[in-house]
């Protein structure tokens, strides 16, 4: 029984591994969910978005890229209070 789980385990363990999402933070302060790695080709990342399209943006205009888990939400980050 056990050596037919460890395989099992095995390809589940690989596969869960390649369906990560990812979010791009743009420059501007946009966030793009992506349906794939995000790949730097020619001076531009290439990925798939949630829709399944390949879409090509610009490196210079990606912040930061980040797993989705640990993609920091801009709605809970603290700001300070303007003085007065």
Request: net charge positive.
């Amino acid at each position: 029984m056990k050596k037919r789980l460890l395989p099992f385990a095995l390809c589940v363990g690989l596969l869960s591994g390649c369906a990560r999402h990812y979010n791009l933070t743009l420059t501007n302060g946009g966030v793009i969910t992506t349906a794939s790695k995000p790949r730097l080709q020619n001076g531009s990342y290439h990925f798939k978005d949630a829709s399944g399209k390949v879409v090509y943006i610009p490196s210079f205009r990606v912040r930061e890229i980040a797993p989705t888990s640990m993609s920091k939400d801009p709605k809970t980050t603290f700001t300070a209070p303007s003085s007065r």
